[in-house]
C-alpha cells in the first residue's frame, strides 16, 4: 500500500501494521537523512474520505519515541516529501503525542509512523500545523528585530558626545526605528513578504 524513500536510500516498503489504523516504518542510520518521501504505491487506496496522518519520531537512546506530526498523505494526495533535517531531539521540545504508536522501548533508529484517520481531521491538524510554523517564524523574526534595534540602539550617542571621525559612516537612530516600525507592520499584514 505504501512506500517510504529516505534520501539516498532505496524504496521500503517493508511497514510493520501496529494496530487496524496504525503503520510503521523503522529508519536505520537516521542521522543523515534530510528528507522522507511517503507514497502510495497505487495498490490499494485509502477507504473514502481517510487519510494517512504522518508522524516522524527522530532517534535518542535516552528516551522513549515522540512523535511529530509532518502531514498527510490521501488518495487525492498521493504522495508527499517531508523535509526532517530541521526536526528537535525529543528533550527539546514538548510534545503530546508520546504514546500514539505505542511506547515501546528506548529506539536508536527513527520512525515514520502513518495513522489511518478521517481526511477531515488530518487536514484540520495539517492547517493548525501551517499556522503554527507561521507564528513560530514570526515570533523569530519579531525578536530578531527587537535584537537588533535593541544592540544598535545601545551604541547610540547624541550629537554632542560624538567625536569626529571621518572614516565613520552614521546613521540617525530614528532611521533604523521607521525601518523596524515598517517591517513589523508588512510582518503583520504577510508573513511571508521578504519572499517576494
Excluded at 534520501?7 to 501496529?18: A, D, H, I, M, W
Excluded at 495539517?126 to 523569530?140: D, G, R
Excluded at 519579531?142 to 551604541?155: A, E, I, P, R, W
Excluded at 559612516?169 to 521607521?178: C, D, E, R
Aim: proline content about 6%.
Amino acid at each position: 500500500m505504501l512506500g517510504l524513500i529516505c534520501s539516498g536510500r532505496l524504496v521500503q516498503t517493508n511497514f510493520e501494521q501496529v494496530s487496524e489504523t496504525k503503520l510503521l516504518f523503522t529508519v536505520p542510520d537516521a542521522d543523515d537523512i534530510n528528507h522522507i518521501v511517503l507514497f502510495l504505491v497505487g495498490t490499494i487506496p485509502f477507504p473514502d474520505n481517510m487519510a494517512g496522518a504522518v508522524y516522524f519520531s527522530w532517534p535518542d537512546p535516552n528516551a522513549p519515541p515522540n512523535w511529530q506530526f509532518l502531514g498527510y498523505i490521501a488518495n487525492s494526495k498521493p504522495s508527499a516529501i517531508f523535509k526532517i533535517s530541521n526536526l528537535k531531539k525529543n528533550d527539546e521540545f514538548e510534545n503530546q503525542n508520546l504514546s500514539i504508536f505505542g511506547m515501546g522501548k528506548i529506539s536508536h533508529v527513527a520512525q515514520v509512523g502513518i495513522s489511518v484517520e478521517p481526511l477531515a481531521a488530518v487536514e484540520q491538524q495539517a492547517a493548525a500545523l501551517a499556522v503554527q510554523q507561521t507564528n513560530s517564524f514570526i515570533e523569530f523574526a519579531q525578536k530578531t528585530l527587537t535584537n537588533f534595534v535593541n544592540y544598535v540602539s545601545s551604541f547610540s550617542v547624541t550629537q554632542s558626545q560624538m567625536l569626529p571621525n571621518l572614516t565613520e559612516n552614521y546613521v540617525p537612530l530614528s532611521t533604523i526605528q521607521t525601518w523596524y516600525e515598517r517591517f513589523q507592520r508588512r510582518l503583520e499584514q504577510n508573513p511571508n513578504f521578504w519572499k517576494t
